[in-house]
């Protein structure tokens, strides 16, 4: 039998999320399987920016309502299993090997395990994980877009969210926000229950929303920005309006809370959640690696998975409110990204630039190519050697921001897990 090792070292690593078939070509495969998404309830979010914070917003809030929850999210930063969860724990490798293993029996004829790409068996093997394990809500972030993203497989959702939609894999999406949207509204689907599209949005991309969410006969909540001042949130419930501790750093992070919110309200009209105190105690506690991190003091040090124009630009806005503070970046981009627009945003806000190659075996923008972009830039050959190189240049009430990529700070990341 295969170790998890040699599986996860014979995958396909294809991106195929924008190819029109594979959405064709996988369902047969659950449908051998006995259509397993069928045995839990799922809360599927698309988006360009925002579906992690959204996504383990809610997968919190349920937990601490009492449920079996399996997440899905992408990318992994340590470990490729942080992509597989129930209830904060890690699928096991055995159970990896396991469930690969029953797929893998069970394959249509005419479709071998080679025949399928590396985030296409991370979706079959999510899903039947949740099923075997009998979690009873399963939420689902797609990879890349949403229609012809593998986690669109699933049949109806019974809640579909779609958090901020921006420009972002343009060449794979389309060229404009309603190819965007367009794209993004594919998870919706006849039986689903409720769309939430997310605060803050173009007009354009919630007249695509709301036209496709009629068609498919689903009602559609345009959720609200919520109102954070100091870390705390204003939440009105009980007919009163509370000011809630709010654990997340990053104005951004308005929109993410408004949109659960709104999911949470919906939750407890349909009788899934019968107190406010899964929500309140989620907010106190919340904390996201990858996401205004915060790692160190004097300096204080700050991870931020920023790693497109609309998420460098909400960056750009949450760093505003850091006044006459000093700030050192460090920088590494994949190189399917809008380089010259991330750029723009960071050069108008930080004091030094300190330039590196992410950790990305085929997509990562090499160092020197970003020299000539940034030639005022520092050097610095892999990410830990451009946070050591800005703590060298920080005095103690600086800020050091690591961003550009979720890929920049997953070395950090790692040598974090190893203290």
Not at 78 to 87: A, F, L, S
Not at 217 to 226: D, I, P, R, S, Y
Request: overall charge neutral; glycine content about 6%.
């Amino acid at each position: 039998m295969l170790t998890y090792e040699q599986i996860i070292a014979g995958f396909d690593r294809r991106m195929l999320a924008g190819v029109k078939d594979r959405i064709k070509f996988l369902r047969p495969i659950l449908a051998n399987l006995g259509n397993p998404d069928r045995q839990f309830k799922i809360i599927h979010i698309a988006g360009t920016n925002g579906k992690g914070s959204t996504g383990m917003m809610l997968e919190q809030t349920l937990q601490y309502a009492g449920y079996k929850v399996g997440y899905f999210s992408s990318p992994a930063l340590v470990d490729d299993r942080e992509q597989i969860k129930i209830n904060d724990k890690l699928i096991s490798r055995q159970s990896f090997v396991d469930t690969y293993q029953k797929i893998a029996s069970r394959l249509p004829a005419d479709i071998t395990p080679a025949n399928i790409t590396v985030f296409e068996w991370w979706t079959l093997i999510m899903i039947q994980y949740f099923a075997d394990q009998k979690v009873y809500w399963a939420v689902i972030e797609c990879g890349l877009g949403g229609r012809d993203d593998a986690t669109n497989i699933i049949n109806a959702p019974l809640i579909s969210v779609i958090t901020h939609i921006a420009l972002d894999h343009t060449r794979i999406l389309g060229p404009k926000i309603t190819n965007i949207a367009y794209a993004k509204a594919g998870i919706i689907k006849t039986g689903t229950h409720q769309v939430f599209l997310g605060p803050c949005q173009q007009e354009e991309t919630i007249d695509v929303i709301h036209d496709y969410a009629q068609s498919q006969n689903v009602e559609l909540t345009l959720a609200k920005e919520q109102e954070i001042i100091d870390g705390k949130a204003a939440i009105f419930f009980n007919d009163t309006l509370h000011w809630v501790p709010f654990n997340l750093l990053g104005s951004f992070q308005s929109q993410n809370l408004g949109t659960v919110i709104s999911v949470f309200q919906y939750l407890i009209q349909e009788g899934f959640i019968n107190s406010w105190q899964p929500l309140l105690t989620m907010m106190k506690t919340i904390s996201i690696t990858g996401r205004m991190q915060m790692i160190a003091h004097h300096p204080t040090v700050v991870l931020d998975g920023a790693h497109n124009p609309d998420a460098a630009h909400q960056l750009y806005h949450t760093l505003q409110t850091y006044p006459g503070t000093k700030i050192i970046m460090v920088l590494g981009f994949l190189a399917d990204k809008n380089i010259i627009e991330m750029c723009k945003t960071y050069q108008r806000l930080t004091d030094k630039l300190i330039i590196t190659t992410p950790n990305h075996p085929s997509r990562a923008l090499p160092v020197a190519e970003l020299a000539a972009i940034l030639p005022q830039a520092i050097v610095a050959k892999t990410p830990n050697e451009g946070l050591a190189k800005a703590r060298e240049l920080a005095k103690r009430d600086d800020l050091i921001i690591v961003t550009g990529s979720f890929y920049t700070i997953k070395d950090i990341e790692a040598k974090l897990n190893e203290k």
